[in-house]
């Protein structure tokens, strides 16, 4: 090797066992992740599952949470010992997800590294997480996944340049051994795809008109985007954007936009003095929090909405292929699909079951439950998106927010809903609960509880219909006769114990019946879902720590 370039190591390691992703990525508490060699286990076995990425471009970016730095310092010598012929990573090593996921496709890379754990805290006392997206832009898929997961059960060395870091804070090229590094503006690209989407000029004029918004980007990677975009490029009054300064540990907040963690825009929108629209992203800028002047707006009926609405906006005139919705996702935006007659489809819980659907353009917007709507525009979630969705058919229809989702419900009938966590529980008691649940299924079809019977109950299995994947055991579904549905899995997001996630919903074709109080409307079925599962008994819990 040429003395003048940094050496490789080979630097000898010993399997860590806990290293499976979940949902989206490996997460860990900080402290794990800041262990001798446990980082670079898992990025050395994230290349050693991969083929033909040699002199290829790798995208590397993350949220800012503390430890990114040091970690995007690691990748960047790991990858270029591995063999990638140039990194691209953000200014700051700042990347939201979906711009990461943008700049995959726009660079044509092999593939990318993002550094997030998304909407859980952050700080030495936080969370971190790493995950690995396809040159697709979007998570890999479970089989890749897995194979990484193989990898670090027996990994015994990895590989890494000795050098000094890189320079992240100054856009322009570097070399690292045979590699070049490019740190690029982490907004410009994803801008650009904006302004190909949405009517700017429209959305534009009703902030000249007086249009209010009030958008909080929790001290996390969301504030440079939202800053560029609502306020330089839309003319929404300074102000617009709070919390737009990406702090390590989000100020010490959740940075997850829902009821609790951003009651304050809750609150805002319920008072005289609401803006138009208030509207939150989580960490990584993938989720969105979506609330007009006293109207909430589920994540749910954001997807249906938008999904009903697309045709209005610049980048989705010409209609929608098709829909898709994690099967926990109320199934409001199916009954949008049926009038559309287009095409809707059920997907396990996390994004990167939209891949394959997306990419066979079987799908063009696809949504969960837990803040997530995006479409074919990157292969992640999009919070900013979403929000710009929001503002341009705002601009287009000229109603307010909750005009237009009274006259959705009023169409299609509402879908009332709400998630019940309970977060941290003991992870036996957890999967005894789940263990007991599915020893149950075969016999509930028939049974009633009160007004409400059973018509069918199953744990989700999902049969990709592009690749012929299967993935069993997605959740646990019970069905009743009127139409209402019981969801129960376990989160693959946490980082201490275990969160039973319980999925409420009835469907309320009647516009007379569309004021009630959302809990009060699922009590019925609250009290039902505790009989079944016995939550009490298996986790010791009296009531759920998080209602969204
Ligand atoms: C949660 C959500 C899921 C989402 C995932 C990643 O997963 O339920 O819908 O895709 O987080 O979101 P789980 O397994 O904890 O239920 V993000 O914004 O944390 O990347
Ligand atoms: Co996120």
């Known amino acids: 090797m040429n003395a003048s370039f940094p050496q490789i190591q080979t630097v000898a390691t010993k399997p860590f066992a806990d290293q499976r992703p979940g949902t989206s990525g490996l997460r860990k508490k900080t402290t794990v992740f800041q262990q001798p060699h446990y980082l670079a286990n898992f990025v050395q076995s994230i290349f050693s599952s991969l083929e033909g990425f040699e002199g290829k471009k790798l995208v590397l970016g993350g949220d800012g949470r503390f430890f990114n730095r040091e970690a995007i310092q690691i990748v960047l010598k790991m990858a270029a010992a591995n063999g990638f012929g140039e990194i691209i990573v953000g200014r700051g090593g700042i990347l939201s997800t979906p711009a990461a996921s943008a700049v995959i496709r726009a660079e044509k890379a092999f593939g990318g590294i993002v550094l997030s754990a998304s909407h859980n805290p ?274 287009v229809r000229k109603q307010s927010v909750a005009d237009i989702v009274r006259l959705h419900w009023a169409e299609y009938g509402r879908n009332y809903y709400s998630r019940h966590d309970y977060e941290e529980v003991a992870s036996d008691g957890a999967n005894a609960l789940v263990a007991s649940l599915r020893e149950k299924l075969p016999g509930l079809a028939g049974t009633s509880f009160g007004a409400l019977k059973i018509e069918a109950a199953d744990d989700f299995a999902y049969n990709d219909p592009i690749d012929g994947s299967v993935s069993k055991q997605q959740g646990i579904r019970i069905l009743f006769t009127d139409g209402s549905r019981i969801v129960y899995r376990l989160s693959g997001t946490g980082t201490s114990g275990a969160t039973l996630r319980v999925y409420i919903e009835r469907y309320e074709p009647d516009p007379a019946k569309h004021d009630l109080e959302t809990q009060g409307a699922l009590a019925d079925l609250v009290a039902c879902a505790e009989k079944l599962a016995e939550i009490r008994h298996h986790t010791g819990r009296t009531e759920p720590s998080v209602i969204t």
Not at 313 to 339: E, I, N, Q
Not at 349 to 371: H, M, P, Q
């Open 122 to 395: 952050g700080g030495p006392d936080g969370d971190f997480g790493i995950k690995y997206n396809i040159s697709n832009g979007g998570p890999a898929p479970e089989k890749i996944t897995e194979a990484i997961f193989a990898h670090s059960e027996t990994i015994e060395s990895y590989k890494i340049i000795e050098a000094t870091n890189v320079d992240l804070d100054t856009p322009g090229e570097t070399q690292l051994g045979a590699a070049k590094v490019r740190v690029v503006d982490p907004v410009a690209i994803y801008l650009e795809l904006m302004e190909s989407l949405f009517d700017f000029e429209a959305i534009a004029a009703m902030f000249r008109d007086g249009f209010t918004l009030k958008f909080d980007a929790m001290s996390a990677v969301t504030g440079p985007y939202a800053k560029a975009i609502f306020e330089e490029r839309l003319g929404a009054g300074p102000g617009s954007v709070i919390n737009a300064e990406p702090l390590e540990d989000f100020g010490g907040h959740h940075p997850d936009p829902n009821l609790v963690h951003a009651k304050h825009l809750l609150d805002l929108a319920m008072s005289a003095q609401s803006p138009d629209l208030c509207a939150a992203s989580d960490g990584d800028g993938d989720r969105n929090l979506i609330i007009g002047r006293s109207q909430f707006v589920t994540p749910s009926d954001s997807l249906a909405i938008l999904a009903a609405n697309a045709h209005l906006v610049k980048g989705y005139r010409a209609g929608l292929a098709g829909v898709a919705r994690s099967m926990p996702t109320s199934r409001a935006a199916d009954l949008v699909a049926k009038k559309l007659g287009i095409g809707m489809y059920e997907t396990p819980t996390g994004w990167k079951f939209f891949g394959n659907l997306l990419d066979a353009g079987r799908v063009t917007i696809c949504g969960e439950e837990s803040a997530g709507a995006s479409s074919n525009h990157v292969r992640e979630k999009d919070g900013v998106w979403a929000v710009l969705m929001w503002l341009n058919i705002l601009a």
